[in-house]
């Protein structure tokens, strides 16, 4: 806002110059282009079918898997599975109320490692994938390798809602290409019938060019033919990859939702990835190591280096720090 309103400063400024000045007397003006960069926003819209019996999400999550790829410096596959997992815990996130927080833990046995999000109720989501070079792309077809380098293993829910008690929830992963093995997950743990969709497009250089999905879910209150036609338009939906590809994909998903059916909008939310992590933090965490430990620290490195696993950002402690750590310790 601020740069747009010095921008018509500028531009009106120019204007009467222009005028104002004699005209053998005017030169050419050095003009400064002032760009106000507008932060591309990730968002979730929530709605509900005007007969009440079932409700959809849609997020666009593609500045989100974008961050990720840039704090993590992930390849092909790395970035389609830390990216759907993200959106994964978007969409259990956006599922619960008040001061919630959703940690999703992918166990699997290959390549990848495990791969940890955590999402809040405010939006936020951060997350790693423990080996974040795997890069598989199938040339041909431009298929993005993610299930093999997933392999076996858990799909695991912590839900915290703050009350120092989470809840741990897990299933066995289905296929390894997340999207399966969350729905597989809903219906395990919810009693609701859902069906949901999660997908990260990639370009020719692999960089992140659009990511997003939906969750639809019946609520009690829907008659049999009502869920018989939402299981039908369900099956016939077009694949996400290719409602994602579209030119508003957010527009383009809730067509494939809701058909010819009426929906109201209840909410559009912002999402982003964003780290909660300070030098406060870490200075907790060390805090609770040993006094010899830390001492060791001082003595022999003259300090520590702690290097945040979500967001990569490197917090330096220097002797004074860990002086002083010591000192409360005794
Ligand atoms: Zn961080």
Redesign the pocket.
Known sequence: MVHASLLCFIILFLVLKFFLIPKNKRRPALVFLFYAKIEAMDKIIKTISESGSFRAFVLDSTETVRAAQEYHQTQASSTVALGRTLIASQILAANEKGNTKITVKILGTSSLGAIITVADTQGNV?GYVQNPGVDIKKTATGEVVVGPFVGNGEFLVITDYGTGNPYHSMTPLVTGEIGEDLAYYLTESQQTPSAVGLNVLLDEEDKVKVAGGFLVQVLPNAKEEEIARFEKRIQEMPAISTLLASDDHIEALLTAIYGEDHYKRLSEEEIRFQ????KERFMDALASLPAKDLQEMKDEDQGAEIV??????AYHFDKNDLEELIRDKS
């Open positions: 951060k780290c909660d992590c300070s945040c696993q979500f967001c990569q950002t």
